[in-house]
């Protein structure tokens, strides 16, 4: 896009510049319209598990239900309280969400097409997403009330320990693929199970980090069964007690933006990003030429002009169906007691990903490096 504004007749600084631009832009905007359409789809499905209509009424289908209640939030008014830290009490929500953004950054929609191509795509990942606990903890400690205040404790400790896990996957999924790049661990999952399925879940040593990446993801998003940041029966709705209007919406839409954000990564190290799920051409090569050569050319010609799904397609499929995921989940499977979350993080994940880290370690070793 560089090159375009340069042959535009701009310098190459601010041709730059007004490309980075264009470049969040084209992620920001679509990602903020996703996050409006996906909070519709999850009323929906749970409506659908519980057999009710869910929204309806608003626009087709009620397809406009969401841009209403931003609407309504955006017309409220923003409640302080009188005993808050005011600064710090605005501060936080726009932090959640500002943070939720700036993670997509290094998202590969395509082979090449992502805003910023930096080879420890990954450590980038793993850096902005653990700045989102900072927003709840700030808005806990900001409220000066005693349930939000509890929820950020919780959130605090929440987030850490499932990010430990997450921390021992992600290197079990960097040896196998040998980089840091998010572009390079997509291609390094090209025909990696029988040549012919693309994603690692096809592996027998990492599709377990997968089940465990899965899990920890719904955890490290506060997702139901681990919404005890905002148990309504414990906190009064948590950390967001004291918020009202905008405030309140940014951090819906940091929520909604941080599980978007995990599906992407479910599908970027696991199930091949924007790759299809199987190599066409390793399946279509074979039966070609079989048919060209017993003179069935006319069919043989047909399926070489075969042009599959675009990767940006397959990417926001995965994503739905991770998303379908979370949501099927929530809609489900009851909440955890505090305890319960703490013991499956330490105790259980923790171990298990790391005993992983030496069993692949391992392996690779003895296969991949082995004199």
Same mark, same amino acid.
């Given at each position: 896009?560089?090159?375009?504004?340069?042959?535009?007749?701009?310098?190459?600084?601010?041709?730059?510049?007004?490309?980075?631009?264009?470049? @969040?832009?084209?992620?920001?905007?679509?990602?903020?319209?996703?996050?409006?359409?996906?909070? %519709?789809?999850?009323?929906?499905?749970?409506?659908?598990?519980?057999?009710?209509?869910?929204?309806?009424?608003?626009?087709?289908?009620?397809?406009? !239900?969401?841009?209403?209640?931003?609407?309504?939030?955006?017309?409220?008014?923003? @409640? @302080?309280?009188?005993?808050?830290?005011?600064?710090?009490?605005?501060?936080?929500?726009?932090?959640?969400?500002?943070?939720? +953004?700036?993670?997509?950054?290094?998202?590969?929609?395509?082979?090449? &097409?992502?805003?910023?191509?930096? =080879?420890?795509?990954?450590? %980038?990942?793993?850096?902005?997403?653990?700045?989102?606990? %900072?927003?709840?903890?700030?808005?806990?400690?900001?409220? =000066?009330?005693?349930?939000?205040? *509890?929820?950020?404790?919780?959130?605090?400790? !929440?987030?850490?320990?499932?990010?430990?896990?997450?921390?021992? @996957?992600?290197?079990?999924?960097?040896?196998?693929?040998?980089?840091?790049?998010? $572009?390079?661990?997509?291609? &390094?999952?090209?025909?990696?199970?029988?040549?012919?399925? $693309?994603?690692?879940?096809? =592996? /027998? /040593?990492?599709?377990?980090?997968?089940?465990?990446?899965?899990?920890?993801?719904?955890?490290?998003?506060?997702?139901?069964?681990?919404?005890?940041?905002?148990?309504?029966?414990?906190?009064?709705?948590?950390?967001?007690?004291?918020?009202?209007?905008?405030?309140?919406?940014?951090?819906?839409?940091?929520?909604?933006?941080?599980?978007?954000?995990?599906?992407?990564? =479910?599908?970027?190290?696991?199930?091949?990003?924007? /790759?299809?799920?199987?190599?066409?051409?390793?399946?279509?090569?074979?039966?070609? $030429?079989?048919?060209?050569?017993?003179?069935?050319?006319?069919?043989?010609? *047909?399926?070489?002009?075969?042009?599959?799904?675009?990767?940006?397609?397959?990417?926001?499929?995965?994503?739905?169906?991770?998303?379908?995921?979370?949501?099927?989940?929530? &809609?489900?499977?009851?909440?955890?007691? %505090?305890?319960?979350?703490?013991?499956?993080?330490?105790?259980?994940? +923790?171990?298990?990903?790391?005993?992983?880290?030496?069993?692949?370690?391992?392996?690779?070793?003895?296969?991949?490096?082995?004199?």
């Amino acid at each position: 896009m560089t090159s375009v504004f340069e042959h535009w007749g701009m310098a190459p600084d601010w041709a730059w510049f007004v490309a980075t631009i264009c470049g @969040i832009l084209l992620i920001a905007l679509p990602l903020m319209l996703a996050v409006a359409m996906i909070i %519709y789809a999850d009323r929906k499905i749970w409506a659908a598990m519980a057999l009710r209509r869910g929204p309806n009424v608003v626009g087709p289908w009620g397809l406009l !239900q969401s841009f209403a209640d931003g609407l309504k939030v955006f017309l409220q008014e923003t @409640i @302080i309280p009188s005993a808050a830290n005011k600064g710090l009490f605005l501060i936080a929500p726009i932090l959640t969400f500002t943070v939720a +953004l700036m993670a997509w950054a290094v998202i590969p929609f395509n082979s090449g &097409a992502v805003l910023a191509d930096i =080879n420890v795509g990954l450590l %980038y990942v793993l850096a902005i997403s653990s700045l989102g606990v %900072y927003g709840v903890v700030i808005a806990g400690w900001a409220s =000066n009330s005693k349930y939000p205040f *509890f929820s950020a404790m919780r959130a605090a400790a !929440q987030m850490i320990s499932y990010e430990v896990s997450i921390g021992f @996957i992600l290197i079990c999924v960097v040896l196998w693929a040998g980089t840091f790049d998010l $572009n390079g661990i997509v291609e &390094a999952q090209r025909g990696h199970g029988l040549g012919i399925v $693309n994603g690692f879940f096809f =592996n /027998l /040593l990492l599709f377990p980090m997968w089940v465990v990446f899965l899990i920890s993801s719904m955890a490290e998003t506060a997702r139901t069964p681990f919404d005890l940041t905002e148990a309504e029966s414990e906190l009064v709705a948590g950390y967001q007690t004291e918020y009202s209007s905008m405030s309140f919406a940014l951090y819906w839409l940091g929520e909604y933006a941080n599980v978007l954000l995990m599906c992407a990564l =479910n599908a970027v190290l696991f199930f091949g990003g924007w /790759l299809p799920p199987l190599e066409v051409g390793n399946i279509l090569t074979p039966l070609i $030429n079989f048919l060209a050569g017993h003179h069935v050319g006319w069919l043989a010609a *047909f399926l070489g002009w075969f042009d599959p799904f675009p990767g940006w397609l397959w990417l926001f499929i995965k994503i739905g169906f991770f998303f379908f995921v979370f949501s099927w989940v929530k &809609a489900t499977v009851p909440r955890y007691r %505090y305890d319960q979350l703490m013991r499956l993080g330490w105790k259980i994940f +923790l171990p298990l990903s790391l005993a992983f880290v030496v069993l692949v370690s391992g392996y690779l070793m003895l296969t991949r490096f082995a004199a």
